[in-house]
């Protein structure tokens, strides 16, 4: 059978066999890691299937699946997917909403850099440290070396607000 390629990041990627052209893989991304196999490709398929594959993922709800498709669209380099932060950060709101830390971490950094908003993603990168990532607290304590005092208390407040309402509309 046929063979799907699908590019998560420049050195990582992902071969699925499929039956026909259209069909999808409906898999999370730790299904598709685990069905990965060292079969050589037998013929290349259109663009749009990475995409579909990847969008109907992300699209059952799945956290992880729904921050691969934010880091798709941030990143602009997976086939069928064209940068737009607009759609990253959308994609990374629904992933952080149901606690994805790196997906939590994202956003801090598109606050942090975008939007140059310290205290909304200094909240980000903590939530994101609270539930376990290391690169956040990096981040968070970095960003903290250039905020007030009152500026680092606002963002502490909004984090445990946001937690209380277990993350939604943060």
């Known amino acids: 059978g046929y063979r799907v390629k699908i590019y998560i990041e420049e050195t990582q990627v992902i071969e699925l066999p499929i039956l026909s052209f259209e069909q999808t893989v409906p898999l999370s991304f730790e299904e598709m890691i685990a069905h990965e196999?060292?079969?050589p490709f037998e013929?290349?398929?259109p663009l749009r299937v990475n995409y579909k594959t990847l969008n109907d993922a992300a699209l059952r709800g799945r956290?992880?699946?729904?921050?691969?498709?934010?880091?798709?669209y941030d990143q602009g380099n997976v086939p069928g997917?064209?940068?737009d932060h607009k759609a990253a950060w959308l994609w990374y709101i629904r992933a952080a909403e149901q606690g994805h830390a790196q997906a939590q971490?994202?956003?801090?950094?598109?606050y942090e850099t975008k939007h140059k908003n310290k205290v909304v993603a200094h909240m980000w990168y903590n939530?994101?440290?609270?539930?376990?990532?290391?690169q956040a607290l990096t981040n968070r304590d970095r960003l903290?070396?250039?905020m007030t005092e009152?500026?680092?208390a606002k963002a502490q407040l909004v984090a445990r607000i946001c937690k209380s309402r277990s993350y939604k509309g943060c």
């Open 81 to 83: 997917v064209l940068q």
């Open 37 to 39: 196999q060292t079969v």
């Open 105 to 110: 971490n994202s956003l801090g950094g598109i």
């Open 43 to 45: 013929q290349t398929v």
């Open 144 to 146: 903290s070396d250039y």
């Open 127 to 134: 939530l994101a440290a609270s539930n376990g990532s290391e």
């Open 63 to 72: 956290p992880n699946d729904q921050f691969q498709m934010g880091l798709a």
């Open 150 to 152: 009152i500026e680092i």
